[in-house]
């Protein structure tokens, strides 16, 4: 089975700081990796993804992730928060023909003004 | 562009009665998936369908039962109805094998609240 763990429950930066989201996998198998935003009281909303390829993928909002494959690893970062960026994300991954997501407990980021 | 949306957003029921969910995927998204959201926790997946037939089956109580139907759209059963069942339930739905292969779109979520 696979499992997802992101270290950090509570993040709280102030805006323009550089931001990076730790998110670990165990899996042993082909795997596809995604990071979700929740803002308040909102749906989840794909912020990037991770298939195949280039490790370093680009999302939307300025946020980037960097697959790491030898560290099971799947960090989200963006050099600058805005105040808007203030919501709860979540690290997700699904096995390769199994689509169902499996997703991390989550990291609530506020960004102070 | 179109998104899933879900029926009715807010649902508040009484211990041992039942309830039923509502989920309309993107238009052409074969697939539906339910995904179970607690206060503060992650969310976890329940059930899923692909062409009207049951995909996968996840942490769902035998309490709940769900179908797809012809026109895609799924709905999820839940009956005796616990305090524990509580929580933000949202739909998935995602077209496999075209260039979104494996990506889920989310719908707004039913908030149930168990009195």
């Known amino acids: 089975a696979q499992s997802v763990s992101q270290h950090n429950h509570h993040v709280i930066l102030s805006e323009a700081a550089s931001l990076e989201l730790g998110c670990n996998y165990s899996?042993?198998?082909?795997?596809?990796l995604f990071w979700y935003v929740q803002y308040p009281g909102q749906h989840l909303q794909l912020l990037l993804k991770?298939?195949?390829?280039?490790?370093l993928v680009k999302g939307i909002k300025g946020f980037e992730a960097e697959f790491i494959k030898s560290k099971f690893s799947f960090n989200l970062r963006k050099p600058s928060v805005q105040w808007s960026d203030t919501a709860e994300y979540f690290c997700?991954?699904?096995?390769?023909?199994?689509?169902?997501?499996?997703f991390g407990t989550g990291t609530r980021l506020t960004i102070i003004p | 562009a179109a998104g899933v949306i879900q029926s009715p957003r807010h649902l508040i029921k009484e211990k041992r009665e039942t309830a039923t969910l509502k989920c309309y995927p993107i238009p052409r998204h074969d697939t539906v998936y339910w995904y179970q959201q607690g206060p503060g926790q992650d969310p976890q997946f329940l059930i899923s369908?692909?062409?009207?037939?049951?995909?996968d089956k996840g942490s769902i109580p035998d309490r709940f039962s769900a179908q797809q139907f012809s026109d895609y759209h799924s709905e999820l059963n839940m009956s005796s109805l616990e305090l524990g069942d509580s929580a933000l339930y949202f739909c998935?739905?995602?077209?496999?094998?075209?260039?979104?292969?494996?990506?889920?779109?989310f719908g707004p979520g039913t908030r149930l609240t168990v009195l």
């Open positions: 991770y298939f195949s390829g280039d490790p």
């Open positions: 998935a739905s995602s077209a496999p094998g075209t260039g979104d292969y494996n990506e889920q779109f």
């Open positions: 369908f692909y062409e009207k037939m049951q995909s």
């Open positions: 899996y042993g198998g082909t795997v596809n």
């Open positions: 997700a991954v699904s096995s390769f023909g199994n689509e169902k997501l499996t």
